[in-house]
């Protein structure tokens, strides 16, 4: 068994809602925007777009970024655990190729997941059909922090 490391997914108000879906790798948060949020469905194809990483220290983030700030909006921990890649897999060399596939072990999520890259930035989440798939499972049918049991609204 490889070393677990931690993710974060955080429900994030900004512009749009979106889910910042982070996976530790390196001493940063490896970070993509999930518009859809992530799902336990394996029918289901989110769009992820790769942004900037993030400091380890971001993840326990709850609270309000002001106007005029990057990112501004309300933001939760709406799940967290732990990640590990696929067995054998160096998770670097896997993202740089463009497929990562691991396994997580949070609150909400669970099971064997792929990020797959389709072009620059662009990248597809997918759950596999594992024991854990739940078809027509919707993050937004979840919405509490599992942080602090509030929901966006309440930060």
């Known amino acids: 068994m490889s070393e677990a490391r931690r993710f974060v997914v955080q429900r994030h ?3 749009r809602l979106h889910y910042d879906f982070r996976l530790e790798l390196d001493g940063v948060l490896v970070s993509w925007a ?26 326990g983030f709850e609270g309000r970024i002001p106007a005029g700030k990057y ?5 939760i921990v709406w799940d967290n655990g732990t990640w590990e890649p696929r067995e054998g897999d ?6 740089a190729a463009g497929e990562l596939h691991f396994d997580v072990y949070g609150v909400k999520l669970h099971g ?4 797959k890259r389709t072009s620059g930035d662009d990248w597809l989440l997918l759950h ?9 499972w919707d993050a937004e049918d979840h919405p509490l922090s599992v ?3 509030r929901t966006n609204d309440e930060v």
Do not use: I, M, N, Q
Request: net charge positive; hydrophobic share 35%; aromatic share 4%.
């Open 34 to 59: 999930v518009p859809k949020g992530p799902t336990l469905d394996p029918k289901a194809r989110r769009g992820a777009y790769h942004v900037e990483d993030h400091a380890l220290d971001h993840a």
């Open 112 to 115: 064997r997941f792929v990020l």
């Open 128 to 136: 596999k059909g594992d024991e854990h798939a739940v078809p027509g």
């Open 71 to 75: 990112g501004r909006g309300d933001v």
């Open 90 to 95: 160096d998770p670097a060399a896997a993202l």
């Open 13 to 15: 108000r900004a512009r």
């Open 147 to 149: 942080l602090s049991g």
